[in-house]
Structure formats: C-alpha cells, structure tokens
C-alpha cells in the first residue's frame, strides 16, 4: 500500500502527540529543530511551500531494572510510516558490544512491522521490556561457543558533506568520536567540510548521530556504501586510521576563515584510496585526470 506525502506527515504528527502525551516532562522528548512540528503542520495547511526538515529527537528512557537510561534517537524519513524507521539506542551503562546487539535485537523486532505501522512507541515498550538483559547478562556476550555459527556484518563506509568545518572544538568532537569507535576515514576541514567514516554499520551509524546531536543542521549523508561480511571488515577498508585531513586552501580571508580548499588535491587524495567515484556524488562534476 502506498500513501501520499501529507499522509505520511499527518501520521508522523499523531505518533509524535502520543510521544508527548507518554513523555510529558520537559527534556524527554527532545527535539533536535525545536520548530520541526510547526514546519510540518504549515506545510500540510499550505502555508509553506518547501518540504520540511524530517523529524529528528531523542527520548530518554528510564529503565526500572536495572536502574539506567537509553537515550532513543529518532529520525522519521518522510515517507515513514510506509518507509523504515531509523532508530538507535545508546546508554553510557553499555560497552560497544552490548550496545551492538541492542541495536541489532530493535532493528529486528521493528523489521517485523508493515509498512504503514506506526512503530515507535513499540519500540520504546520492546526497550523497556527487553534491554535488562543486555545489561545484567553481561559476562554472556563474551562467551565463546563451540557451536556458534559466523555471523554476518554489514559493514558501511559513509561520505558526508558539510558546508564548511572550522571551529576547533567540533574538529575534536569528530577526531574523538571516530578514534572511540572502531572506525576508520577522514575529516577534511575548511569549506567545504567532507567527512567519510567506515566501518561496521552500528559503529557508523553512531558516529554520524553523534556528530550531528544537538545542532549541527548544514550537514548531510551524500553517499553510502554498504557490503555484507562475516570477517571483521579490515580488508574492504580503503583507510588505516581515523585522521584530520588538512588541504592547501584558496584564498586568505583573515579572521573570517572563509576560504575553499583545494579541490583538485581532494581529487587526488581520493585517487590514492580508490574513491574517485564519490568526486562527482560529493560536488556534482565529473572528475578529471591530472595527465589530460
């Protein structure tokens, strides 16, 4: 079945008053553009004419046994309900590994839902049924079986555009984020600001909620590519490490820093780790040889 763009939104609008009815506190639901719900109802009254933002927020949960908190990120494609919902949980009680099978057990339980299922508030009651015990059996995880069957990955490399990346506390946020997590990449700083981030998709998929939450807004995923493993990925990386690339830039603007940085080696850099493709996808022109 299929629905129109307006019916999608009003649904998304419905599930969100029940959120705030579930979650009446202050901070519970917290809504990463505070004007997201405006925009969408303005849209459908045809008083505004672009598309809004999608929905993205964070609920946190209070887990009773034992007593911890998961935050909930959410984000509503604009299709969703009839697309899937993207959604990952984190608790500061968790280790990767823990917080890797939360993720996997949700995503499978949400994967049985049809489309046009609204399916966030089951989400939140499969979290506070289900996730005490990836916290009490934490020894378990760790136990090797004689028996156990390889399990399959999905390992993802994302490339992501912004604007434009200055300012020293958010280029230590991204190198601190992507050297916790075990991903590799870079994060070339200046204007435009391009990050790629490998590694298992959980892993990436935490970094790109990370660098994003609370407010980071001219930021987008302009490319993904995804393969199925049951080895621990290191062959399919193009990168060894997590590291701040850093380009020769045109133009010198003093304090502003408003400067482009030098496309033509980018290009170059990205010959060297077989990603010439991402050029055009990233900036929209055909890349071309340095030998022509």
Same mark, same amino acid.
């Given at each position: ?105 949700? *995503?499978?339980?949400?994967? #049985?839902?049809? %489309? $046009?299922?609204? /399916? !966030? ?62 991903? *590799?990449?870079?994060?070339? #700083?200046?204007? %435009? $600001?391009?990050? /790629? !981030? ?95």
């Amino acid at each position: 079945m299929s629905a129109s763009m307006n019916e999608c939104l009003q649904l998304q609008l419905l599930e969100m008053e029940m959120l705030f009815s579930m979650f009446p506190n202050q901070g519970e639901v917290k809504l990463e553009d505070v004007n997201a719900l405006t925009n969408i109802k303005r849209y459908l009254e045809g008083t505004r004419e672009a598309l809004p933002p999608k929905i993205e927020f964070v609920i946190t949960l209070q887990i009773e046994e034992p007593k911890v908190k998961i935050d909930l990120q959410v984000t509503m494609p604009h299709s969703y309900p009839y697309t899937a919902l993207q959604l990952f949980g984190r608790s500061s009680e968790l280790d990767r590994q823990q917080q890797l099978l939360l993720n996997k057990g949700l *995503t499978s339980y949400i994967g #049985t839902f049809d %489309p $046009g299922e609204l /399916c !966030v508030c089951a989400a939140i009651q499969w979290l506070q049924d289900n996730s005490a015990s990836y916290f009490l059996n934490r020894k378990l995880v760790y136990e090797p079986s004689t028996q156990a069957k390889p399990v399959k990955n999905t390992f993802l490399r994302m490339w992501i555009y912004s604007h434009h990346i200055y300012q020293q506390d958010l280029r230590k946020k991204i190198l601190d984020v992507g050297k916790r997590l075990d991903v *590799t990449g870079f994060c070339m #700083t200046g204007k %435009p $600001g391009i990050i /790629c !981030v490998e590694g298992f998709k959980e892993h990436c998929e935490e970094f790109w909620h990370t660098i994003r939450y609370p407010n980071w807004k001219h930021i987008s995923c302009k490319h993904a590519e995804s393969i199925e493993t049951e080895g621990n990925g290191e062959d399919l990386r193009l990168f060894h490490s997590f590291e701040e690339l850093l380009l020769e830039a045109h133009g010198d603007y003093g304090l502003r820093n408003d400067y482009h940085m030098n496309l033509g080696q980018f290009l170059e850099f990205l010959k060297k780790h077989k990603s010439e493709h991402v050029f055009q996808i990233l900036f929209g022109i055909e890349s071309k040889s340095s030998d022509s």
